[in-house]
């Protein structure tokens, strides 16, 4: 049996035999899966609503025990939730060297973790915002019960985004808005803390495997990898509009040491 069709139906296997959450948490986590263009099993954790502490379990549980071929992206639209809930998530996305899209939707409060873990990160037409973190059952009426708080709530977040190779100073930031506000980041906002980009020594190592499996140098790589990114991306390629497969084609003739239209006319 071809490979590719084997590993398919252990996954369809896999998606009917176990379903890790229930009913009441359904509206807020899915999980899509399938086989990506090469034919590879590829699970989508989706999360949209409020972000909770079994939704983490849930995630958790499913690709704990997901087929060990498939790769994992995230999808999120959630205006946030439970803080160290969507730390574990984030933490999960790194685990899994998942990208962490968010395409047409939100990602506020706390969600804005989930997509900091992200390997590499995809924004289309998203509102990010932030606020300060606050704890939604609140006890705490003093001054100084509110700063030992938020020192651990500082500690807790700073440590995590030196992990995931996000600036602190997204922490910083942060902590100058209110809760019952929300600070909606612009596109230079985002690459300075670096949420709109790849994490950069995950990109740095992909450029290495790249560059071994075209038997080309690192240096000769990155100079091959501008030229494919200034030509191939337009809408269209030696006169002919562009499609996913000819942008693929184009950028793969370059790497090659090729003219960039064999083949594509």
Same mark, same amino acid.
């Given at each position: 049996?071809?490979?590719?069709?084997?590993?398919?139906?252990?996954?369809?296997?896999?998606?009917?035999?176990?379903?890790?959450?229930?009913?009441?948490?359904?509206?807020?986590?899915?999980?899509?899966?399938?086989?990506?263009?090469?034919?590879?099993?590829?699970?989508?954790?989706?999360?949209?609503?409020?972000?909770?502490?079994?939704?983490?379990?849930?995630?958790?549980?499913?690709?704990?025990?997901?087929?060990?071929?498939?790769?994992?992206?995230?999808?999120?639209?959630?205006?946030?939730?439970?803080?160290?809930?969507?730390?574990?998530?984030?933490?999960?996305?790194?685990?899994?060297?998942?990208?962490?899209?968010?395409?047409?939707? $939100?990602?506020? &409060?706390? /969600?804005?973790?989930?997509?900091? %873990? !992200? @390997?590499?990160?995809? *924004?289309?037409?998203?509102?990010?915002?932030?606020?300060?973190?606050?704890?939604?059952?609140?006890?705490?009426?003093?001054?100084?019960?509110?700063?030992?708080?938020?020192?651990?709530?500082?500690?807790?977040?700073?440590?995590?985004?030196?992990?995931?190779?996000?600036?602190?100073?997204?922490?910083?930031?942060?902590?100058?808005?209110?809760?019952?506000?929300?600070?909606?980041?612009?596109?230079?906002?985002?690459?300075?803390?670096?949420?709109?980009?790849?994490?950069?020594?995950?990109?740095?190592?992909?450029?290495?495997?790249?560059?071994?499996?075209?038997?080309?140098?690192?240096?000769?790589?990155?100079?091959?990898?501008? $030229?494919?990114? &200034?030509? /191939?991306?337009?809408?269209?390629? %030696? !006169? @002919?509009?562009?499609? *996913?497969?000819?942008?693929?084609?184009?950028?793969?003739?370059?790497?090659?040491?090729?003219?960039?239209?064999?083949?594509?006319?």
């Amino acid at each position: 049996m071809n490979n590719k069709y084997a590993l398919l139906i252990i996954f369809l296997i896999f998606i009917s035999t176990f379903s890790p959450y229930t009913e009441s948490s359904y509206a807020d986590v899915a999980f899509e899966c399938l086989l990506d263009t090469d034919g590879q099993p590829k699970v989508i954790v989706k999360i949209t609503g409020q972000i909770t502490e079994y939704d983490y379990l849930s995630i958790n549980k499913f690709l704990n025990n997901k087929v060990e071929e498939a790769y994992v992206d995230f999808d999120v639209d959630s205006l946030g939730g439970d803080v160290e809930a969507a730390i574990n998530i984030g933490r999960l996305a790194r685990k899994y060297n998942a990208s962490v899209s968010s395409i047409y939707g $939100t990602c506020a &409060s706390s /969600c804005v973790f989930i997509l900091a %873990g !992200g @390997v590499s990160r995809h *924004l289309l037409s998203s509102t990010i915002g932030i606020h300060r973190p606050f704890l939604p059952k609140d006890n705490e009426t003093t001054i100084q019960g509110q700063k030992k708080q938020q020192k651990r709530w500082e500690s807790i977040i700073r440590e995590y985004l030196k992990y995931v190779n996000i600036s602190t100073d997204l922490y910083d930031d942060m902590f100058r808005i209110e809760p019952s506000d929300i600070k909606i980041l612009t596109t230079a906002e985002l690459e300075r803390y670096g949420l709109n980009k790849p994490d950069p020594y995950w990109q740095d190592a992909q450029d290495t495997i790249s560059a071994n499996n075209y038997g080309l140098t690192k240096q000769e790589y990155i100079k091959r990898k501008a $030229t494919a990114n &200034s030509i /191939c991306f337009s809408t269209s390629i %030696g !006169g @002919v509009k562009n499609t *996913l497969q000819i942008t693929s084609k184009c950028v793969d003739n370059i790497l090659n040491g090729l003219d960039p239209l064999i083949g594509i006319h």
